[in-house]
């Protein structure tokens, strides 16, 4: 059984960092292409970030303010989130699959909240 449940949301200022993890189980991590989602209140799910092998995607809204990674002798992947912003507010998930999209099993996610 495929299981994902993140952690390391909470609320941060303005400018702040934060790193999200999502343990996983069930399945071949290290050969599984995986990504990020989130859900803003009020608005439909969006893809933030995919990484497949060695390659890593970002949605234009993030690049250059988040990375995506994983440790694959964990079965953990990340994603390291700085410079945040209010509209950075939003329940995150991850997923598996490849593809900018929103398709594929998610976790329960995690809350991260940006004050301005």
């Known amino acids: 059984e495929v299981q994902l449940v993140e952690s390391g949301g909470g609320l941060v200022q303005s400018g702040g960092s934060l790193r999200l993890s999502c343990a996983t189980s069930?399945?071949?991590?290290?050969?599984?292409?995986m990504k990020w989602l989130r859900q803003a209140p009020g608005k439909e799910l969006e893809w933030v970030s995919s990484i497949r092998l060695t390659r890593t995607d970002y949605a234009d809204f993030v690049k250059g303010r988040f990375t995506i990674s994983r440790d694959s002798a964990k079965n953990t992947l990340y994603l390291q989130m700085n410079s945040l912003e209010p509209e950075d507010t939003a329940v995150y998930y991850c997923?598996?699959?490849?593809?900018?999209?929103?398709?594929?099993?998610r976790g329960q996610g995690t809350q991260v909240t940006v004050s301005s």
């Open positions: 069930g399945f071949t991590f290290a050969a599984t292409p």
């Open positions: 997923a598996v699959g490849s593809g900018q999209n929103t398709l594929g099993q």
